[in-house]
């Protein structure tokens, strides 16, 4: 017979573990309204293609692990991309983007246990864990699997000062937690001064092992980082009121409604120079009466922002070609991922002054700014994603392709890129029997634009076929150019068509490509940089030759492009040839 309050007791821990259950839902969900396409139309992002899943494809996981990136160890993206090489490639994407959002949901849900009531009630810590995935201005580190390591820092520090775990499982999950937060990303560096002080303050046998983790991971990232070093950086092009813009524009501007307004003005030069120096200033005053004011894990809160900060700003990798670093994150959207932290720290801040019983204007002000952070959220709760980058129709290419060929695929932001070598082993979610855009007869296509030709132009485009199946061709585009095509249903044709006359650029509506007697239309795609400038946004193609207009041997293709504006075709003066198996 069981003891008298052991059923009780278990039926209350059933309740928690349903409620967290439950309140773990709600997150994933409300993380996944604020960018539903992360997982409804999920694509790789730059390092999670371009580093870690190409590294543990062509070199295999193994060894993958230990190739350091940026400096540093990163063992949870490398994790994930081992993993995903179990899966066909059409889904690893989405299974990317599941692994970032699960970590991101991990700290709201951390704040929400009984083990971090020294932040204040449960009340208070629900709406702090809103305000962990709810504040704006983080679309860099959102569902994406680079910049999840943002999120294991925050998660690792919250585990350095929790109060202790009530159960085996608690205490597996910290420790697991913990390494692997340690072995991701240079934070277990700036979090060791986090471990001593609370070791020492609570000198218990878990907060001693808890350092001694952070210690073992920080002595492994200064020597990966003293190996592999680290990119050359080039200027930073720092000075205090700099230093103090940058605050106010990526600290507290993007919590207010009106934020791009206020930024505006933050770029101007004397009068804003002033105001972000003085505010700068009085904020420094408010968390010094914080810091004094504030318990154990508001003072390691702050000291822990303060170290990532600086760290930060000494140390950013955001420009490029020789440009300088500081100035660069005064872009707009650029170096987000540095200001994670510091901005949640603010919230964190000023709901602490809201809450707490110093003194009534403070509360009154702290309530007010709450209010406009609460506001702010639900304005900017939307994050838009990138435009998608065709993923699908590479996809389908790359089953195709025969073990050992090589296919360069365009992932986001531009130019970032993903190559990938065929492999014996690699998995295929479909029949490689693709049909990409529409297929007509060459007659049926000529009597749709009723009579027009490209024979008939006076004008003819300008540009290039750039690669096929990923193998960068000729310029000329002439048979002397001509490209050996390994396929085995079909030719991905990339390149890039515009209309130049009289000084005058002008885009194609719609692209299509000739293959004897049938026609394949295309897709347009945005071309960045120049043409980006001036505002066309269809300057490049991207048309898939199935099987069917295929021939064995020497084939000749014609890239016609159609203008809504001169309601004429127009094509290359030099046609395009390849050899097919």
Not at 50 to 61: I, N, R, S
Not at 188 to 199: E, T, Y
Not at 388 to 412: C, E
Not at 417 to 424: F, R
């Amino acid at each position: 017979m069981a003891s008298p309050g052991l059923l009780p007791q278990s039926s209350a821990t059933r309740n928690r573990a349903g409620l967290f259950i439950l309140l773990g839902f709600v997150i994933f969900v409300a993380h996944f309204s604020r960018s539903p396409d992360v997982l409804l139309k999920p694509q790789f992002w730059a390092e999670d293609g371009a580093v870690f899943y190409q590294q543990a494809h062509e070199f295999g996981f193994l060894h993958s692990v230990l190739i350091p990136y940026s400096g540093y160890v990163h063992l949870f993206p490398r994790l994930i991309a081992g993993l995903s090489l179990l899966l066909p490639l059409s889904f690893v994407p989405l299974f990317f983007n599941l692994a970032a959002l699960a970590v991101q949901c991990l700290p709201a849900i951390y704040i929400c246990t009984p083990r971090m009531q020294n932040l204040g009630p449960f009340r208070v810590r629900l709406l702090l864990a809103f305000l962990c995935f709810g504040i704006s201005g983080v679309h860099e580190v959102w569902g994406n699997l680079p910049n999840s390591q943002w999120q294991i820092a925050l998660l690792s520090f919250l585990i350095l000062i929790a109060s202790p775990p009530q159960s085996r499982l608690g205490t597996w999950f910290d420790t697991v937690a913990l390494g692997i937060g340690a072995l991701t990303g240079p934070y277990c560096v700036l979090l060791l001064p986090i471990g001593f002080i609370v070791a020492f303050y609570r000198r218990s046998s878990r907060t001693i092992s808890q350092l001694a983790i952070v210690g073992v991971g920080a002595l492994a990232q200064t020597v990966s980082l003293l190996i592999a070093g680290r990119p050359n950086l080039g200027k930073l092009g720092a000075s205090f009121p700099l230093f103090c813009k940058l605050v106010v524009i990526r600290g507290f501007v993007p919590d207010l409604p009106a934020s791009m307004r206020v930024a505006r003005f933050l770029h101007l030069s004397l009068a804003s120079s002033i105001f972000s120096c003085c505010f700068v200033v009085a904020a420094l005053a408010v968390t010094a009466w914080i810091f004094r004011h504030g318990s154990l894990e508001m003072r390691c809160a702050l000291l822990f922002t303060a170290i990532m900060l600086a760290a930060s700003l000494a140390s950013p990798v955001v420009a490029s070609g020789g440009a300088e670093q500081w100035p660069t994150m005064m872009m707009p959207g650029v170096g987000e991922r540095y200001w994670f932290i510091p901005r949640l720290m603010i919230v964190v801040a000023v709901l602490w002054i809201a809450t707490q019983r110093v003194s009534k204007w403070a509360r009154a002000a702290g309530a007010a700014m709450m209010l406009a952070i609460l506001i702010s959220s639900a304005i900017h709760w939307h994050i838009v994603r990138t435009p998608g980058m065709y993923f699908d129709t590479y996809v389908h290419l790359f089953n195709a392709l025969p073990v050992g060929a090589q296919l360069k695929i365009p992932i986001n932001p531009p130019p970032w890129t993903v190559l990938l070598t065929k492999k014996p082993n690699d998995r295929e979610s479909h029949d490689p029997g693709f049909r990409d855009g529409e297929v007509v007869g060459l007659n049926d296509w000529r009597n749709r634009f009723r009579g027009a030709s490209p024979e008939a132009s006076s004008v003819s485009l300008t540009g290039e076929v750039m690669t096929v199946n990923g193998t960068t061709v000729g310029q000329s585009g002439t048979a002397a150019d001509l490209v050996h095509v390994p396929v085995r249903d079909g030719a991905l044709l990339e390149g890039w068509a515009i209309l130049r006359s009289q000084a005058e650029l002008r885009p194609m509506d719609e692209m299509f490509a000739i293959t004897s007697d049938q026609v394949v239309k295309g897709h347009t795609l945005p071309l960045w940089g120049f043409y980006e400038k001036q505002k066309l946004e269809n300057v490049t193609y991207l048309v898939f030759l199935p099987s069917m207009v295929l021939h064995p041997g020497l084939q000749e293709v014609t890239i016609v492009g159609y203008s809504r504006r001169d309601k004429s075709l127009h094509s290359y003066e030099r046609h395009f040839y390849m050899y097919v198996d």
